[in-house]
């Protein structure tokens, strides 16, 4: 069973609005870790955010912000006021065993979005 | 922030030959790394886990004499693609978590590989 689900492969916006990437996971673990990167065409991956599951609040770095519903288990990241730089790939990925010594990151098959001027 | 840096970016390389692809953290010790491949437009699969010092984890259906990996210090871990074909051709980037610290991952910029 797939752990992480994007179900929109692409998505557009216009420049200076915001806009919501879809992300749900799957896991068994009580503690566990849920990322977003940001992946240009550059092909390197850059960190967005990152909510623990134990956070009560939901995260937000700058005009990143994940909307974090834990009993549906998704974890949608929200781009405000898009800019044109923010056209790339973008993963959800969640991190299981945070307790344990070994860490796996497992990715989601990606949104691309595109901002339009 | 962390660095974690790849080298080369890209290669190409003829069928049959072996490609070393490098992943250094520059100013952190990372007792792990991973290696992922990421085919086109679909999401990075987790290849392996190298830990310093030790054998590599490789995932389900990566073949261990294929993709050879070596974590011979804190700070760089190799991958080698040995006799390589043209199927072998795609994105290969590492990431590295640091000893300390709140155990984020750091990734490196990527390399592609072009088997001809």
């Known amino acids: ?117 | 922030g962390a660095v974690v840096s790849q080298h080369p970016s890209r290669v190409i390389c003829k069928s049959g030959t072996s490609v070393k692809i490098e992943c250094r953290s520059l100013d952190f010790q990372a007792t792990t790394m991973f290696w992922y491949r990421q085919f086109p437009k679909k999401s990075l699969m987790l290849m392996a886990t190298s830990n310093e010092g030790s054998k590599a984890t490789y995932e389900q259906g990566v073949e261990k004499d294929k993709f050879l990996i070596n974590h011979a210090s804190l700070t760089l871990s190799t991958l080698t693609v040995t006799s390589a074909h043209p199927e072998d051709s795609s994105f290969y980037i590492c990431s590295a978590r640091e000893a300390r610290g709140t155990g984020e991952l750091f990734f490196g910029e990527g390399s592609r590989l072009t088997v001809l």
């Open chain 1, 1 to 117: 069973a797939q752990k992480i689900t994007q179900t929109q492969p692409g998505m557009f916006v216009q420049e200076k609005e915001a806009v919501t990437l879809d992300c749900t996971y799957d896991t068994s673990d009580q503690s566990y870790g849920l990322f977003w990167y940001k992946q240009p065409s550059s092909g390197e991956m850059i960190f967005l955010i990152y909510q623990g599951s134990y956070d009560e609040q939901n995260a937000t770095e700058g005009r990143y912000s994940l909307n974090f519903q834990k009993a549906r288990k998704s974890a949608n990241l929200v781009i405000s006021a898009s800019q044109l730089g923010d056209s790339a790939m973008y993963f959800c990925a969640m991190r299981e065993s945070m307790n344990t010594g070994f860490q796996k990151l497992v990715f989601g098959t990606g949104t691309r979005l595109l901002v339009s001027p």
